[in-house]
Every structure is written in C-alpha cells, then in structure tokens.
C-alpha cells in the first residue's frame, strides 16, 4: 500500500440522521470530505424533519451508539472526533465514557439543541447533561446565540455564556451569530477567559437548515488535517459562507447549504 493511501485523516462523526439531507450526518459528511477528510458516521438518532422543522425524532439504544464508535476507533486511526445531535443523556452519558478512553484527540462540539426551523432536538435534561460532561472534554465548542444561552442560562450576555462555557471546561468556544438580530453576523471566538477574535460577515438573504453543523463539521476536519484553531476557525467560517452563499432551494423552507459549491461547473 502506497504512503498516499494512508494520508486522508479520518474524523468520527457522532450526529443524527436528517432525511432531508441539509443538515446531521449528511451535513457533516460532505463537509469533512471538502476539507479533504474522511468522515466515519456514527448514527445517534433518527429524526423525523424536512427542511421547514423537525416533527420528532427518536434516539438510538446508547449500547448501540457506542458499538458503532468503538469498532471505529479499534480499527482506524482517527484524528479529530465531532460531536453533533446527541439524542439522550444515557448517549452522552456514554460519549463521555468514550472520550475518556480516546483522550488527546481534538473534539469539536456542536451542541445541537434546535432545528433550523425552531423545532426541539434536546429536552433539558439532555442540556444539563452536555454542560456537564462534554463541554469539558471539548476542544471547541460551537453553539448558536440560543444554544449559548441555554448552556448558561444565568449568564446576562453572549460574552458572559462564553465565559461561563469556558468555565466549564471547553476549550475554546465560537458563537455564532447567524440567528442574532444584527446587520452583519459576528462571530466570536474566545478562549483563556477573553475574547479572542471577532468575525464579521455579510449576512445573506434567507434561511438556512445546516449551516451550523457545515460549519462545525468543517471545523473538525480542518483540525483533523492538523490545522492549528486560529487557522481552522476562519477556514470553516469562510466555507460555510460560501456554502450559505451557494444554497439552494429544494423543499418549501428553508435553503441547504451547497457544500460542494467548488466543484460546480
């Protein structure tokens, strides 16, 4: 076997499958692959939703999660892991007990608490569970201005979550501003208890299902290529922009972001 099949750094994957294809694993493998990873999928939840809101959605047994991950990671060598829609405190539960036994690698969390469209993805016991166990095995965490707040509910600002998450041991925390009411979307990066950079960009025209996990997804498998994270968070952001910028339309809600905008013709 020649060195260059050996050289595609391969990012574990843990999220919920989304039929419509915008958003969860589909999202996260289109997004590893255009920062030239592999993504190995593990399914946590199966989700009833289309590209207006989510109807329901149904986590698997935890047993069955973390068999999927753990013959994974005693077969390949992998180098980031991303954490997306986890479906039940017994599955973080477990993820937490994973990560414990593959320590070192780069983790990126994408607290996925809502839909696109506003549906529900995690009742509160999930959320407490999240902030308790996975943010402080997190290399960086992505959430939202919602997800943000509801991860540190007695936090009075964006910043003041930032450093409230960042007190709960992430590593790094990007909030992002897609869903804020301002005239460009500003995302904050912050790390050792300040803000670290401030990103600005052109707030596009309409709505969108899977921006959020495009952009973490990205995230993990530019730090799977070994990116250092200044790097890799304005490469993701500057990727998901395009992709944002590049929708399209295929159901009566929202847009999808195009991932593969690069390759059109």
């Not at 099949?5 to 994957?13: A, E």
């Not at 995690?122 to 201005?145: C, F, M």
């Not at 950079?197 to 707030?203: D, I, K, P, T, V």
């Not at 490469?235 to 847009?255: D, V």
Request: hydrophobic fraction near 45%; aromatic fraction near 6%; glycine fraction near 10%.
């Amino acid at each position: 076997m020649s060195d260059e099949h050996t050289r595609i750094p391969v990012v574990l994957v843990l999220a919920g499958l989304d039929p419509t294809g915008g958003a969860g694993i589909q999202a996260d493998v289109e997004a590893i692959a255009c920062m030239g990873s592999h993504a190995a999928p593990v399914a946590t939840a199966i989700t009833v939703q289309d590209t207006t809101d989510v109807m329901g959605y149904t986590p698997l047994p935890a047993a069955l999660v973390i068999q999927q991950a753990r013959v994974v990671l005693e077969d390949i060598p992998v180098a980031a892991i991303k954490i997306g829609m986890t479906g039940s405190v017994e599955i973080i539960e477990a993820i937490h007990t994973l990560l414990n036994d593959y320590p070192g690698l780069p983790v990126v969390l994408d607290p996925v608490l809502v839909a696109g469209g506003g549906g529900t993805l995690a009742e509160d016991p999930a959320v407490a569970a999240i902030k308790a166990l996975l943010l402080p095995q997190a290399t960086i965490v992505t959430p939202n201005g919602y997800e943000a707040r509801a991860l540190a509910p007695e936090a009075d600002t964006l910043d003041a979550c930032a450093m409230a998450l960042l007190a709960d041991g992430a590593g790094s925390v990007l909030i992002t501003g897609g869903d804020e009411n301002t005239a460009e979307v500003v995302n904050v990066l912050y790390g050792n208890n300040r803000i670290l950079e401030r990103y600005q960009w052109e707030r596009l025209e309409g709505s969108y299902h899977g921006s959020g996990c495009t952009l973490s997804a990205a995230l993990a498998g530019l730090l799977a290529q070994g990116d250092e994270c200044f790097t890799a968070v304005y490469k993701a952001q500057e990727f998901t922009w395009q992709a944002l910028k590049h929708g399209y339309r295929i159901g009566m809600g929202q847009l999808l972001p195009h991932r593969f905008f690069w390759a059109n013709r």
